[in-house]
């Protein structure tokens, strides 16, 4: 069947601009993850949403993120007012259920903020 | 806040073995992994240990842990040219936020 899917793939954007950034995951699929990895860096962990429980938000990076995930499937991680570290790799992973399921990885949105 | 670290690079022989090392911080880490990614592909689970275990073997990967120095490892043994790859240590605490290592890159050696 189909695995997760990203999109854009690439997105190039100015400084201050937003961008959305959207991820499809395996149907069937209740866990969802978003993660970044930046050049030089490791992977960066964003926010998890389990079904339809409240994500912990603690993990984003600054309150010019946030990440929502309608009717239990599809999510939109949002970027306000981009700076030029945000540039990087975003990942989204889905699992069947809990963090001990195989998490199975997107191909990415590569982000660059000029 | 809670930090996972490991050596950036490991060469070895094909057909030796591999341990790749990882320390972290947080004492409330109920799950640690060991995630595998490729050039150009995604990440791969390789396996993960609940922190109540010292070990776990499956096939030619063995976790040990040590809770009280809060240090994984991974051993690969036999290692092959298909193992060279990035390994992410990673942990997990009560709150469900995810916290990875650097990665470390390894070089299998003909």
């Known amino acids: 069947g189909a695995g997760v899917s990203q999109s854009p793939s690439n997105k190039v954007t100015e400084k201050g601009k937003d961008v959305e950034l959207r991820c499809d995951p395996i149907?069937?699929?209740?866990?969802l993850y978003w993660y970044r990895q930046s050049l030089g860096q490791g992977l960066e962990f964003l926010i998890y949403?389990?079904?339809?429980?409240?994500?912990?938000k603690s993990g984003l990076p600054s309150d010019r993120f946030s990440a929502e995930r309608t009717g239990g499937s599809v999510s939109t991680l949002t970027i306000q007012r981009t700076q030029q570290e945000d540039s990087a790799v975003y990942l989204c992973?889905?699992?069947?259920?809990?963090?001990?399921?195989?998490?199975?990885f997107g191909p990415g949105t590569r982000l660059t903020v000029l | 806040g809670e930090d996972v670290e490991q050596s950036l690079f490991l060469s070895v022989r094909e057909g030796d073995s591999s341990v790749i090392n990882c320390t972290y911080t947080?004492?409330?880490?109920?799950?640690l992994y060991w995630y595998k990614q490729e050039p150009g592909a995604g990440l791969q689970l390789l396996t993960y240990?609940?922190?109540?275990?010292d070990m776990k073997q499956d096939q030619r990967l063995t976790v040990l842990l040590n809770k009280k120095d809060k240090h994984l490892s991974l051993r690969i043994a036999d290692t092959q040219t298909g193992d060279s790859a990035i390994y992410f240590c990673?942990?997990?605490?009560?709150?469900?936020?995810?916290?990875f290592g650097p990665g470390t890159r390894l070089s299998v050696l003909p």
């Open positions: 992973a889905s699992s069947f259920g809990t963090y001990t399921d195989t998490q199975y």
């Open positions: 149907s069937g699929h209740t866990a």
């Open positions: 949403f389990q079904g339809n429980s409240a994500p912990d």
């Open positions: 947080d004492s409330s880490s109920t799950y």
């Open positions: 240990i609940f922190s109540n275990m």
């Open positions: 990673a942990e997990i605490n009560y709150g469900q936020n995810f916290v």
